[in-house]
């Protein structure tokens, strides 16, 4: 079975929009959950427009799938640290 072959920079480029993809899907939820509509309606339109490169991308080649998955995880990650280091949870 043949590998498929991956450009190096399309991969970097697909984890790293799909993190951010990631990043703004969890700020969307946030702003929510904070019942914040134009926040929201930004967050959301930025994470469709972020997605496009990432789908666009793995769709040509199975391969940067694993890629999408990486930055998919990074961004979440990441986003949710920023989240409780910038704006911690009120304890209740």
């Not at 799909?18 to 929201?40: G, H, I, L, P, S």
């Not at 309606?41 to 991308?57: E, K, P, Q, T």
């Amino acid at each position: 079975m043949d590998l498929p072959t991956i450009d190096p920079l399309i991969a970097a480029g697909v984890i790293l929009s799909t993190a951010v993809t990631d990043a703004a899907y969890v700020m969307f939820n946030a702003a929510v959950q904070a019942r914040k509509r134009v926040a929201a309606a930004n967050w959301s339109s930025v994470w469709y427009l972020l997605s496009a490169f990432a789908v666009i991308s793995y769709t040509s080649n199975w391969a940067y799938v694993l890629f999408a998955a990486i930055g998919s995880w990074l961004g979440g990650y990441l986003s949710i640290t920023a989240l409780e280091r910038f704006a911690p949870r009120r304890r209740e």
